[in-house]
């Protein structure tokens, strides 16, 4: 087993990896980062070494260090071609590419760990603020996303035809996370459906936070 991956249960960026691996069928040993245990796992220096980010995750694949969800997700797609997580033609790559960071570059951001950590310890927002600044967020994200994929003739069953791509492993630990903050999502029905039909397929199920060796 060449590959190991540093991971957190309920981080949405290794979620994301960890589909892509299951999918691809590759075998990969699992080192846990607890990111609020011991003031924060992912900030002590050994870790560091690895990723100076201080964030997870990171693939190590032979003596190849890979940090950032997208990149190692881009990277397994060109090193493990089958099955592709991108569609053939550039103008499809494009909307699925743009679908994934929808999610990735302009809701993750603001609702990152870092972030509420942040509110919370810094700026000193009570929890009620705080969760509430993680739905708004959200929503705000969603209300665009909800529009686009409803009205979208590529859109079946997930959000390229019936096929994985990088959009729907980005979809699915966002609308996990939704949940797990109380979010509403019959405002939001062909993202539910699409991530809903995403976590019945095996390589989903299994990259769950609750099916995770650090599961809590």
Not at 119 to 132: F, N, R, S
Request: overall charge negative.
């Amino acid at each position: 087993m060449n590959m190991k991956l540093y991971s957190y249960f309920r981080s949405s960026a290794a979620y994301r990896v960890r589909i892509a691996l299951n999918l691809k069928g590759l075998d990969y040993a699992y080192e846990a980062i607890h990111l609020l245990r011991d003031g924060g796992q992912q900030l002590k220096p050994e870790y560091r070494a690895l990723n100076p980010d201080g964030i997870v995750p990171t693939l190590i694949d032979g003596d190849d260090v890979l940090t950032q969800s997208l990149a190692i997700i881009e990277y397994l797609e060109e090193t493990h071609p089958e099955p592709p997580l991108l569609p053939k033609s550039p103008s499809d790559r494009a909307f699925v590419r743009s679908v994934a960071m929808q999610v990735a570059c302009e809701i993750h951001p603001l609702d990152n760990l870092r972030v509420l950590k942040y509110l919370k310890h810094q700026v000193k927002v009570p929890d009620e603020i705080k969760d509430a600044w993680y739905r708004h967020w959200v929503e705000t994200g969603f209300e665009p996303l909800e529009k686009r994929l409803a009205n979208d003739r590529r859109v079946d069953a997930l959000t390229f035809g019936d096929t994985p791509t990088v959009a729907d492993l980005c979809l699915v630990p966002q609308v996990f996370n939704a949940r797990r903050f109380g979010i509403d999502l019959s405002r939001f029905p062909t993202i539910e459906r699409i991530a809903d039909h995403a976590c019945t397929i095996d390589a989903f199920a299994q990259a769950a936070p609750a099916q995770q060796p650090d599961a809590e």
